[in-house]
């Protein structure tokens, strides 16, 4: 059953993700990878505290939520890619201010998503 939920939870994410890249406009600057990391970091700081109890309860959604919708929405291998693109185009500075911006943002999101799932835990 955990294998069923990850994978309607992935479908899920990975396609949000697609129509989300579709929309989020990209220029040199990968935006959409950026905003969709952050965005789940904060979704998962929520997951983390907010839904604990639920999930205890009933660990196969949580795990479609987290692993499967969250995991496939959100992507490190994105976020590595754009970054090897801009590092052969030459952009260096703008290689590396992308790799501390999300980073920084994504553990930024996540301690605001955990924190505000806290108060509502």
Known sequence: MNY????????FGGG???LASLVISNTTFP?????????GAFLMG????????YFKAHPNIKKMITTGFIGAFTTYSSLSLDTV???E??????????LITSMLL????IALGYKKGSKHS
Not at 4 to 11: R, V, Y
Not at 89 to 98: E, M
Not at 106 to 109: A, D, H, P, Q
């Open 85 to 87: 693109v801009l590092l």
């Open 16 to 18: 949000l993700r697609y």
């Open 89 to 98: 185009n030459g952009h260096f500075l703008l290689a590396s201010l992308y």
């Open 31 to 39: 935006f959409s990878t950026l905003l969709i990391n952050v965005i």
């Open 4 to 11: 069923l939920a990850i994978f309607i939870g992935g479908a």
């Open 106 to 109: 994504g553990f930024i999101f």
């Open 46 to 53: 929520i997951c983390s505290t907010y839904f604990i109890n």
